[in-house]
């Protein structure tokens, strides 16, 4: 264990466990905690890592603590579990995708406490997870960057410090919207694709070679084209990110016709049942048989 670091990572979700991985293989994980407790047993059991048995008894054991959970509330709830053991002088991360306005709400709660905040989304997917290959967006102050700089090291390929705290979650804002475009252009072009009978395989090398080529073709286009939808990144995390975006974009009084199309997608698969599957479902609409 790094005498410097202790670190607590609440949330082993589809990003937080591997990047909790990668903070035990670098020696900076001190303790786990998960709302459900089956997920995290299981991690203990794969990491030899310590359980935490609240988020307070987390906080107390831990001078930066890395939080990996769903959305806005999520986050702000979970803070509050934290309070009770926050030591001065720690410095909580938050790797969620959240607004950036939590975000801020989030610093000034641990502000009064004693804590630093940076927010961290990240990208990259579950892949960039497990290989420690995140692009970190950090928003906050330098001194709490810099003091944090190990962990953001040890699950990532690159850290950009981006402004004060919110301008990460700003950042994150504006790579989903990439996010979003390019998952309608590849499963509408791929959807297309079968239209026409070409063969998915060679499809997909060739263009993917070209200046088609992009990280959701790479990763998820064989996928989808054999109606595999497994997580990977859940639809109903993708709207709640564009639900972001659309507020961004209100605040700012304009509009953003791709977050638009995409939120009416989203929408309609959450509808049929399909939050839970990787947004590369999104092919399914393409295909028209819905
Ligand atoms: P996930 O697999 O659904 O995991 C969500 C985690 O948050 C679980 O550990 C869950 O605990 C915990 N959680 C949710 N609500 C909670 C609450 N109220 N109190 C305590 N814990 C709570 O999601 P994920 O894919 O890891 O995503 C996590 C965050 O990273 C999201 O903000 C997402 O937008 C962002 N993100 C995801 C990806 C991706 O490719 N998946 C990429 C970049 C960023 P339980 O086990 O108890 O449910």
Redesign the pocket.
């Known amino acids: 264990m790094d005498n410097k670091i202790r670190t607590g990572v609440?949330?082993?979700?589809?990003?937080?466990?591997p990047m909790a991985r990668n903070l035990a293989e670098h020696g900076l994980l001190a303790m786990v905690w998960?709302?459900?407790a089956t997920?995290?047993e299981a991690f203990v059991q794969q990491t030899d890592s310590t359980i935490a048995e609240t988020?307070a008894q987390l906080a107390a054991a831990c001078d930066v603590i890395l939080t990996?959970?769903?959305?806005d509330?999520?986050l702000l709830?979970?803070i509050d579990?934290l309070l009770p053991g926050i030591e001065t002088g720690s410095v909580l991360v938050d790797?969620?995708?959240?607004s950036p306005a939590t975000a801020r709400e989030a610093a000034d709660v641990l502000f009064r406490a004693g804590c630093g905040f940076v927010d961290a989304?990240?990208?990259?997917?579950?892949e960039?997870?497990r290989k420690g290959s995140?692009s970190v967006m950090a928003g906050g102050d330098s001194a709490n960057i810099s003091r944090i700089m190990p962990v953001l090291e040890a699950i990532s390929a690159t850290v950009t410090h981006m402004g004060p705290v919110g301008s990460g979650q700003a950042t994150?804002a504006v790579n989903q919207v990439i996010v979003a475009g390019v998952a309608e252009a590849v499963c509408e072009a791929l959807a297309f694709s079968e239209k026409l009978n070409l063969p998915s395989e060679r499809l997909l090398s060739v263009v993917g070679a070209g200046a088609a080529g992009s990280w959701f073709l790479e990763h998820r286009g064989q996928s989808m084209m054999e109606n595999r939808f497994d997580?990977?990144?859940?639809i109903s995390?993708?709207l709640?990110?564009l639900l972001i975006c659309r507020e961004l974009a209100q605040e700012l009084d304009i509009f953003l016709p791709t977050v638009e199309a995409s939120i009416e997608d989203y929408r309609r698969l959450v509808d049929m049942g399909d939050g839970?599957h990787d947004i590369s479902g999104l092919i399914r609409l393409k295909r028209g048989a819905e």
């Open positions: 609440v949330g082993l979700g589809a990003m937080g466990a998960n709302r459900t997920r995290v988020p990996c959970v769903s959305a509330q999520d709830s979970v579990q790797t969620s995708t959240v989304p990240v990208s990259g997917g579950v960039g997870a995140l994150k997580v990977g990144f859940k995390l993708l709640k990110d839970d």
